[in-house]
C-alpha cells in the first residue's frame, strides 16, 4: 500500500487515476491537502496522473508520475 498526501493552495479537490483508469475525485481540506492510500493488484510500471480543481472550478494542469512497484 502506498500513501501520498497532496497539497495545494486554494484547492476543492483533485482527480485522479492510475494507468488511465477509472478517475477518482478527492476532497481536498481547509489547508488544501488530500490523501489517499492505493494498493496495486500486481508489479510493474505504473502511470499516476493527477490534477487539482480550485474553489473557483478552475482545473489546473494534470501531473504524470511514473513509477515502478515490485
Known sequence: MSTAKLRWPRTASYTYSFN??????????????A??????????????????TTRNRLELT???YYFTVN
Do not use: M
Open 62 to 64: 494534470p501531473y504524470d
Open 35 to 52: 490523501q489517499i492510500s492505493w494498493t496495486p493488484d500486481q508489479s510493474g510500471f505504473y502511470d499516476l496522473n493527477v490534477y487539482a
Open 20 to 33: 488511465s483508469g477509472q478517475t477518482v475525485t478527492v476532497k481536498a481540506g481547509r489547508d488544501g491537502a
